[in-house]
């Protein structure tokens, strides 16, 4: 058999093969487009204010606009109307990026962020000494304020194409004699559509704390 009629049959299982990988990518990523997203609420009305409980707020911040952030304000229970330079803030939505009122978004602020990991909201508790951080330059150029301690808050499926907020909870400093314990619910709209953000929280003594930057 010369070396022509040998390649035959191999270029035929390689294109077949291919053709099979493709089939199945395409396939599994069809599948998770329609997998259902996880349960979604609707943006919480700030003429109504947050759903309140003896253990915990929980609010659900629109933050579809992929221009503007949502700046939100924990003593006060409700999203603010004020700039990225004010004090008047504790935590800013756009889409999934989270940013804290310090460091490189705001200079003049002293807030911040801690990973407490993953344990619920209700055993949550300050640690000790607990070290904030403050936001910082990031991203793929890093040129982009982030907080590295909770822009990390979900995690993405390329399968399902669905957001997912992880297991875990976060301490984010208001600066104004208490803290906020903060545990992410969900990132879709009471309609599937993605960018509203609901979490919950409560709020805490501000205990002893050092700064990271």
């Known amino acids: 058999m010369t070396r022509e009629r040998r390649a035959g049959p191999i270029r035929v299982w390689l294109f077949r093969g291919s053709a099979l990988v493709v089939v199945v990518v395409v396939g599994v990523f069809v599948w998770g487009y329609f997998q259902p997203k996880p349960p979604g609420f609707a943006p919480t009305n700030p003429d109504e204010g947050a759903f309140v409980t003896q253990e915990w707020t929980r609010y659900t911040v629109?933050?579809?606009?992929?221009?503007?952030?949502?700046?939100?304000?924990?003593?006060?229970?409700?999203?603010?109307?004020?700039?990225?330079?004010?004090?008047?803030?504790?935590?800013?939505?756009?889409?999934?990026?989270?940013?804290?009122?310090?460091?490189?978004?705001?200079?003049?602020?002293?807030?911040?962020?801690?990973?407490?990991?993953?344990?619920?909201?209700?055993?949550?508790?300050?640690?000790?000494?607990?070290?904030?951080?403050?936001?910082?330059?990031?991203?793929?150029?890093?040129?982009?304020?982030?907080?590295?301690?909770?822009?990390?808050w979900y995690n993405y499926s390329f399968v399902t194409h669905t957001v997912r907020a992880k297991d875990n909870t976060y301490l984010v400093r208001t600066g104004e004699g208490r803290d906020a314990i903060v545990r992410f619910d969900s990132y879709y709209c009471d309609d599937e559509n993605p960018g509203c953000i609901t979490f919950r929280y409560r709020l805490v003594p501000a205990g002893d704390r050092e700064d990271v930057t």
Request: proline share 5%.
């Open 62 to 152: 629109d933050a579809t606009d992929r221009e503007q952030w949502a700046l939100f304000d924990f003593n006060e229970g409700r999203l603010v109307d004020a700039s990225l330079s004010s004090p008047d803030w504790d935590l800013a939505f756009k889409r999934t990026d989270l940013l804290t009122n310090s460091g490189v978004t705001n200079p003049a602020s002293d807030g911040g962020a801690v990973d407490l990991g993953e344990i619920l909201l209700e055993e949550a508790a300050v640690p000790a000494g607990v070290r904030f951080v403050s936001d910082l330059l990031g991203g793929d150029d890093q040129d982009e304020p982030t907080n590295p301690e909770i822009s990390g």
